[in-house]
C-alpha cells in the first residue's frame, strides 16, 4: 500500500505562490502516474494536476497556465508550484498515485488518501 505524506500549505495572499509536495513510499514511484486533487468546504474532492511517469501532464482547466506538476523520481516526490493563487484556491490539497495514464478524474477511483495539506489564499 503506498503512503502519502503532503506538506507546503500554507496561509497566502492572493496573487501569490506557493509549493505543494508530497512523498510517496511503498511500491515503485516511477512506474506511476500521480495527481493532486484539492477539496475546498462543503465541495467534492476535485482534480487539479496529474503527471506520467514520462513526464506528460494534465490540468484542470481551472488551474491550467497559474500550476505546474513535477516530479523527482530519486526522491519519490511529487510537487505542485502553485502561483496567481485565487481565493477559490483555498482547499486541502491531496496527491494520490494514479494506475493508468490518462489519469482518472474522479475521486472515487482511488482507495487510499493521505492527510492533505491546507492552503488558504486570503483575498
Known amino acids: 500500500q503506498v503512503q502519502l505524506v503532503e506538506s507546503g500549505g500554507g496561509l497566502v495572499q492572493a496573487g501569490g505562490s506557493l509549493t505543494l509536495s508530497c512523498a510517496a513510499s511503498g511500491g515503485t514511484f516511477s512506474l506511476y502516474p500521480m495527481v493532486w486533487f484539492r477539496q475546498a468546504p462543503g465541495k467534492e474532492r476535485a482534480f487539479v494536476a496529474g503527471?506520467?511517469?514520462?513526464?506528460?501532464?494534465t490540468y484542470a482547466d481551472s488551474v491550467k497556465g497559474r500550476f505546474t506538476i513535477s516530479r523527482d523520481n530519486a526522491k519519490n516526490t511529487v510537487s505542485l508550484q502553485m502561483n496567481s493563487l485565487k481565493s477559490e484556491d483555498t482547499a486541502v490539497y491531496y496527491c494520490?498515485?494514479?494506475?493508468?495514464?490518462?489519469?482518472?478524474?474522479?475521486?472515487?477511483?482511488?482507495?487510499?488518501w493521505g492527510q492533505g495539506t491546507q492552503v488558504t489564499v486570503s483575498s
Open positions: 503527471i506520467s511517469s514520462f513526464g506528460t501532464t
Open positions: 494520490n498515485r494514479a494506475s493508468t495514464w490518462p489519469v482518472p478524474r474522479a475521486s472515487y477511483n482511488y482507495d487510499y
